[in-house]
C-alpha cells in the first residue's frame, strides 16, 4: 500500500515537478536540496491543483454571466450550457482518474511471460530445448516494493530455468535501495544459476556497492567477461563441442562496451550469447565479430503505448526499434525484455511488466520466433 500511494502522489506532484525541474537540476544524477524539492512539490500539489479547478469554475461564472447578459431569453440556455460543461468536466476527470488509477495502480502489478524460440547455429545437440529466464530492470525503490520483485522471483522459479539471466537497472533513485534491492535476487534458482549486467541506474546509485551486493549474493556479474554454459555447468571454461558461451558488456551510458574482453577466448564456432543492458550496443557489434543472440532490457518497452503509434518515448537513439521484443539488430537479433520495474514515471498503460522465456533450439538464428 505504501508503493501504491507514493505512486498516486507523485503523479498528482508531476505538474510541479516540472515547473521546478529548472531550478533543481540533478547532480550526480540526484537533485539538488532535495529536502526543498520534496516540501514544495508536495505541499504545492494541493494548491496547484486547488487554484486549477478555481480557475476553471471562476472562468466558466464569467462565461456564463457574459451571456446571461446578452439576453434575458438566453438565461434559461446558459444555466444548461453550464451545467453540460460543468457534467462533461467531471466526466472527462473521472475517466482520466480511473485512467491514471489502472496504469498506476493496476497494469504494473499484472505480470506477463513472453516466449521465445531462438535457433541457434552450431548449437550443440546436448543444448537443444535448454531454456533461459530473463530478468530485467527490477528498479528496487520508490515506485516497486520488495513484495513485489518476490512474486516476480516465484514466478520467474515456477518456468523451472536452466539457466537465469538478469539484464540490469536493480535500484532505483537512492543508494539505499542496493542493499535490499540486490539481496532480493538471491531468491532467484535455476538448475545452472543465474549471471547478471549492470544498468546505467546501478552505476549511478553505486556500481562499486551493487557489486558487492551480487557477490554477497553470490550472483556472478558478466561485465566484459564471460563463462561457458553447458547441459550440466556454467563454468569459465569448457570442452570444445559441448557449450555455448554466455558474455556480457558493460553498460553504454555509464561504463566501457568491451566486446573484445566479453569474447576473450571463446572459438569462432562456440555460439555466443551477450547480456548487454542497454539495447542501443548490438549497433556497436563490429563487423565480422560473431554474437548470435543480444539480450538486452533499459527502454521498459516506453511504459506507454499509443494505439496504432505504439511507445512515444523510447530511451533509444534509435526510435521504437527496441522498444521490446523480438528486434533485428544489424549483426545479430536482440531480445528487448520490457523488464517489471518502472522508472522516471511510475506508470505503465499497454505495456504490462514481463519475464522472458527464451528457448534454444538448433538452426539458423535469422528466424527467431516470438511466441506469446
Not at 446578452?70 to 476527470?93: C, D, Y
Not at 556479474?221 to 570444445?240: G, M, T, Y
Not at 550496443?281 to 563487423?287: L, M, N, S, V
Not at 543472440?293 to 533499459?298: I, V
Request: aromatic share 8%; net charge positive.
Amino acid at each position: 500500500m505504501g508503493r501504491a500511494a507514493y505512486r498516486m502522489a507523485y503523479l498528482v506532484r508531476l505538474p510541479l515537478i516540472v515547473l521546478l525541474d529548472p531550478a533543481f537540476r540533478t547532480r550526480g544524477h540526484h537533485r539538488r536540496f532535495p529536502t526543498i524539492y520534496q516540501m514544495l512539490t508536495s505541499f504545492g500539489a494541493p494548491v496547484f491543483w486547488g487554484g486549477l479547478m478555481w480557475g476553471g469554475v471562476a472562468a466558466m461564472g464569467i462565461w456564463s454571466r457574459w451571456r446571461m447578459r446578452s439576453a434575458t431569453g438566453r438565461i434559461s440556455s446558459s444555466s444548461v450550457s453550464r451545467r453540460r460543461f460543468l457534467a462533461s468536466a467531471g466526466g472527462l476527470g473521472a475517466l482520466g482518474g480511473g485512467l491514471a488509477s489502472y496504469a498506476t495502480l493496476v497494469e504494473p502489478q499484472r505480470i506477463r511471460v513472453r516466449q521465445f524460440t531462438v535457433p541457434i547455429r552450431d548449437l550443440p545437440a546436448s543444448l537443444e530445448g535448454l531454456r533461459i529466464v530473463q530478468v530485467s530492470d527490477t528498479h528496487y525503490g520508490p515506485f516497486v516494493s520488495l513484495g513485489y520483485l518476490r512474486e516476480v522471483i516465484r514466478r520467474a522459479n515456477a518456468l523451472a530455468a536452466d539457466l537465469i539471466v538478469l539484464t540490469g537497472d536493480y535500484v532505483h533513485r537512492t543508494p539505499l535501495a542496493i542493499g535490499p534491492g540486490v539481496q532480493v535476487l538471491q531468491g532467484l534458482q535455476a538448475r545452472l544459476g543465474v549471471v547478471g549486467v549492470l544498468g546505467n541506474h546501478d552505476h549511478w546509485e553505486g556500481a562499486a556497492s551493487v557489486r558487492e551486493g551480487f557477490a554477497r549474493a553470490s550472483i556472478p556479474l558478466l561485465d566484459n567477461r564471460r563463462q561457458f554454459l553447458s547441459r550440466d555447468s556454467l563454468r569459465p571454461d569448457a570442452a570444445p563441442g559441448t557449450g555455448i558461451g554466455i558474455c556480457g558488456v558493460g553498460d553504454l551510458w555509464e561504463d566501457e562496451v568491451r566486446f573484445d574482453q566479453a569474447l576473450d577466448g571463446v572459438p569462432e564456432e562456440v555460439p555466443r550469447i551477450v547480456l548487454a543492458h542497454n539495447p542501443d550496443t548490438a549497433e556497436q557489434i563490429p563487423a565480422g565479430l560473431r554474437v548470435d543472440l543480444m539480450l538486452s532490457g533499459h527502454t521498459h518497452g516506453g511504459q506507454l503505448c499509443v494505439p496504432g503509434y505504439g511507445p512515444p518515448l523510447v530511451p533509444s537513439a534509435f526510435g521504437q526499434k527496441y522498444a521490446g521484443g523480438w528486434c533485428a539488430g544489424p549483426r545479430c537479433p536482440v531480445i528487448v525484455s520490457r523488464g517489471v520495474g518502472m522508472a522516471i514515471l511510475p506508470v505503465r498503460l499497454g505495456v504490462p511488466p514481463e519475464i522472458g522465456e527464451i528457448t534454444l533450439v538448433r538452426g539458423s538464428n535469422s528466424d527467431g520466433r516470438h511466441l506469446r
